[in-house]
């Protein structure tokens, strides 16, 4: 992999990271057990499957 292959790739991740870390503190706030915590950790890993499936919904498609 070239250097500037790794540079232009790299703030994807940072997007990526802080929108995962804005989806652990809103679904963990939303809990109101232990379990809908565990329950909002899970949805934290996949909340890139909610964003698109919103979109779809938003867009019409």
Request: hydrophobic share 50%; glycine share 14%.
């Amino acid at each position: 992999m070239k250097q500037q292959d790794v540079q232009h790739s790299a703030p994807n991740g940072v997007f990526y990271g802080l929108g995962m870390i804005g989806a652990m503190i809103y679904y963990i706030g939303q809990a109101t057990c232990f379990w809908g915590g565990v329950l909002g950790f899970l949805k934290t890993l996949v909340w890139p499957v909610f964003f698109v499936l919103e979109a779809l919904r938003f867009f019409g498609a």
